[in-house]
């Protein structure tokens, strides 16, 4: 497995320190998903000003959301390719913060949250129906619960 990685810092430096936390969850990922293949994906942390503007432009939400993922692979023939340029995630940082108080766990359990199931949604995983929603949220859980965060 090859992971080609850009990580975009939009708000304070002292966030830093996540890139190398999202590079070790994406081998998570693909590990438990058994994917071997280059992947090229970028992360980005953002504003809440930013997160609504993009909301709003690309999905005509003129709001505040968490995380928002932009898959690049919408062309099933192709999704087996290499590399595998999957797309973009972006995560509001200060959203994140709020939502990890509302929900009474760690900051870091929340940015981690939101960075696989943006990941999960760049490989295909989709909530819009139920049953999807089980298979992605099991995911998720079997991704993160071993980490203890």
Known sequence: MEIEFTFSNDVEQEYDFLENHFLSLSKRVFNHLKLDSYFIFEVNLV????????????RNIDKVTDVISFAFEDDVDNIF??????????????????????Y???FLREVSFLFVHGLLHLLGYDHMKKEDEVIMFKLQDEILDPLNL
């Open 47 to 58: 504003s809440l000003a930013k997160i609504q503007n993009i909301n709003n432009t690309y």
């Open 81 to 102: 390719s290499t590399p595998r340029i999957l797309g973009e995630i972006f995560i509001c940082i200060d959203k994140a913060k709020e939502q990890a108080k509302e």
């Open 104 to 106: 009474n766990h760690s």
